[in-house]
């Protein structure tokens, strides 16, 4: 069964920066398109990055473009999103997952995925 473990969130004012990780098991890491989910308090849950399998084509949310940086090491099957110029509207609970797919201009959330605790982000103003 695949596990995510997210970690690397917490509290940081309007403007600060975060590395969130996310350490993958029970599946072929290197093979596989990651991507970065977030939920905020009474919001759906979004797409907010992704990477394919070799880490060149990336995918980004028009609202944290410029800001957020998806990286990952498949040796070390860990899955990182650098946040940099942080918002207030950017906290949320983040998680990472296997999306249905990942393309330049769009990230599709799976459809059935045994979802992490994730890592939350707070940004106060």
């Known amino acids: 069964q695949v596990q995510v473990v997210e970690s690397g969130g917490g509290l940081v004012q309007a403007g600060g920066s975060l590395r969130l990780s996310c350490t993958v098991s029970?599946?072929?890491?290197?093979?596989?398109?990651m991507g970065w989910f977030r939920q905020a308090p009474g919001r759906e849950r979004e797409g907010v990055s992704c990477?394919?399998?070799?880490?060149?084509?990336?995918y980004y949310r028009d609202s944290v473009k410029g800001r957020f940086t998806v990286s990952r090491d498949n040796a070390k099957n860990t899955l990182y999103l650098q946040l940099n110029s942080l918002k207030p509207e950017d906290t949320a609970m983040y998680y990472c997952?296997?999306?249905?797919?990942?393309?330049?201009?769009?990230?599709?959330?799976?459809?059935?995925?045994?979802w992490g605790q994730g890592t939350q982000v707070t940004v106060s103003s």
């Open positions: 997952a296997v999306p249905n797919y990942c393309v330049n201009y769009e990230i599709a959330p799976p459809t059935a995925f045994n």
């Open positions: 029970g599946l072929t890491f290197a093979r596989t398109p």
């Open positions: 990477i394919n399998s070799d880490g060149f084509n990336t």
